[in-house]
């Protein structure tokens, strides 16, 4: 599973890069225009991303905006209905109004911070991308 983290926040990042990592490769970027930049990158080259995880709140592009172009750039490319990448949004506050409407619409799921791993399994599973085998995350020093 090609999976790509999107947070400013470093920690967040890295906890979530270390679990990904170890089901296939995992990129990360700490904005949104480092994020469409990759999974433009990734889509025409031969490792599309299966997921995205992104945070909602960073400085510049936002998680939204960012989803928002991801998007967009599916629709451009011909990606049908059903076919488009997973995104996992992320937010430290409650949702906000404009978070719902995406959720409404398209996204698939979203997470508050901070990370609770047994929801993030659920999601996965909700979404066909189960994570198999032992799950031992250490707290990051």
């Given amino acids: 599973m ?7 926040e470093h920690v967040t990042a890295k906890m979530l890069k270390r679990l ?10 700490d904005s949104g225009d480092g994020a469409v930049a990759l999974f433009k990158d990734a ?3 031969d490792s599309p991303y299966d997921l995205i995880v992104m945070d909602v709140m960073m400085p510049g592009t936002t998680g939204i905006e960012a989803y928002e172009a991801i998007r967009e750039y599916e629709r451009q490319c011909g990606v049908k209905n059903g076919s488009e ?5 992320m937010t430290g506050m409650g949702i ?37 085998g032992n799950i031992n995350l250490q707290p990051l020093e």
Avoid: W
């Avoid at 990448?85 to 949004?89: A, E, G, H, N, Y």
């Avoid at 698939?108 to 198999?132: C, Q, S, T």
């Fill in 20 to 29: 990904f990592s170890r089901y296939g490769l995992c990129d990360v970027a």
């Fill in 85 to 89: 990448v997973k995104i996992v949004l």
């Fill in 43 to 45: 889509r025409q080259g």
């Fill in 2 to 8: 090609n999976t790509l983290i999107v947070d400013d």
């Fill in 96 to 132: 906000s109004r404009d978070m719902f409407q995406i959720y409404k619409t398209s996204c698939m799921a979203y997470l508050y911070k901070p990370i609770d791993m047994k929801e993030l399994f659920n999601v996965l599973n909700r979404l066909n991308l189960p994570l198999h």
